[in-house]
């Protein structure tokens, strides 16, 4: 059975060192929600999202937390406004900094660091100083 049965599976040390979103060493497997990054052991889920719209379409990754009832209608904007008050499934503290993402002006340009990052499914995630912003306001988010 291959991962794209939808069906939710647990991480293995072939899914962890696995080519994921063009990445060979298994360093971008990770839930496309949250940006929890998978460990041996943990519950996930590749869903097919490709009927969507615009630039919220796309094929994507789900951690246990994330996933749930209705996961493949709801929208990147619409998980954001949900969850603005906090990074779901990310440990740790996580702190608002006076630095401002304009996706714009910055487009893979970390606010804080001047990193490079990308911004996709409605967040900013630098992959030099691990920052998250969200695209829509710009509020910007460290450890």
């Known amino acids: 059975m291959s991962f794209t049965d939808q069906k939710p599976r ?54 246990s937390d994330c996933d749930g009832e209705g996961v493949q209608k709801m929208t990147a904007a619409g998980l954001i406004e949900q969850q603005s008050v906090r990074i779901p499934g990310l440990s740790g503290e996580w702190t608002q900094v006076e630095a401002k993402y304009d996706y714009h002006k910055d487009k893979c340009r970390c606010p804080n660091c001047g990193g490079l990052g990308v911004p996709w499914r409605g967040w900013f995630t630098c992959y030099d100083c691990d920052c998250r912003a969200l695209v829509s306001d710009g509020r910007s988010f460290v450890r």
Do not use: E, I
């Not at 072939?14 to 052991?41: E, I, N, T, V």
């Not at 943990?42 to 919220?56: E, L, M, P, S």
């Open 10 to 63: 647990v991480v293995t040390t072939d899914d962890l060192a696995a080519h994921w979103s063009g990445y060979k060493d298994g360093s971008h497997f990770r839930c496309y929600l949250c940006g929890h990054k998978f460990k041996l052991g943990d519950t996930w889920r590749w869903v097919y999202d490709n009927d969507g719209d615009g630039a919220h379409a796309g094929n994507f990754m789900v951690c």
